[in-house]
């Protein structure tokens, strides 16, 4: 036997051996339990965890509207000739409010009628609308609270809309039994009066 033969592979070479992992290992008892555990928590606590989260946001966003208080509009129809036919049908004024009314120069009228009124919440941030004369649109007040004043009003933002358009808009500080008295545009021969009181 040469050198070159002793150096020579071999035709079955030698293998060492190969060292597998235990394919069963010894496991804590407390880790497989929570292995086996965990899919039911997630199950159980994860919708809890997220209903939780969205009723905390829904609470949060519904903060705007929180009703800080209301307000009543009242549409009254003041003229110096004798109501049309069509105005009959609509109740006549109180004796006190006709009274406040002729205290005005410019709502100083010889009959007045009563169209309508309507009673809204004020939220907090949200806004919201006066209908006194339904069902009909014709004639709208938009308001938006802008917070209490240092005397304890209600300050807002106000727009009249009659027909779908804006005709007036104003920043009024209204107080309780202190209705705000407005002189609207003319309506069907007559001129239009608007009351806004704060009741609550």
């Known amino acids: 036997m040469t050198l070159f033969s002793m150096l020579k592979p071999t035709r079955y070479p030698i293998r060492y051996p190969i060292r597998y992992p235990n394919r069963y290992p010894i496991r804590n008892p407390t880790t497989m339990m929570i292995r086996c555990l965990s899919p039911v928590f997630m199950a159980v606590l994860l919708p809890s965890l997220m209903l939780s989260s969205a009723l905390a946001e829904q609470s949060h966003s519904d903060k705007g509207k929180e009703i800080v208080g209301k307000i009543k509009a009242s549409l009254y129809l003041g003229s110096d000739a004798a109501p049309e036919k069509w105005a009959e049908k609509y109740a006549l004024v109180e004796k006190e409010v006709t009274g406040q009314l002729r205290g005005i120069k ?3 009228f010889q009959h007045y009628r009563k ?5 809204q919440p004020v939220f907090r941030s949200y806004e919201n609308w006066l209908a006194p004369l339904k069902p009909s649109e014709e004639i709208l007040l938009s308001f938006e609270s802008r917070g209490r004043s240092g005397d304890g009003g209600l300050r807002l933002d106000l727009e009249f809309w009659q027909h779908r358009r804006k005709i007036m808009q104003m920043n009024p500080v209204l107080h ?7 002189l609207g545009p ?4 007559c001129s239009l009066i608007i009351a806004i009181e704060l009741i609550d």
């Open 106 to 108: 410019q709502m100083r």
């Open 115 to 119: 169209l309508g009124a309507d009673i």
């Open 176 to 182: 309780a039994d202190k209705p705000l008295l407005i």
């Open 186 to 189: 003319r309506w069907r021969g």
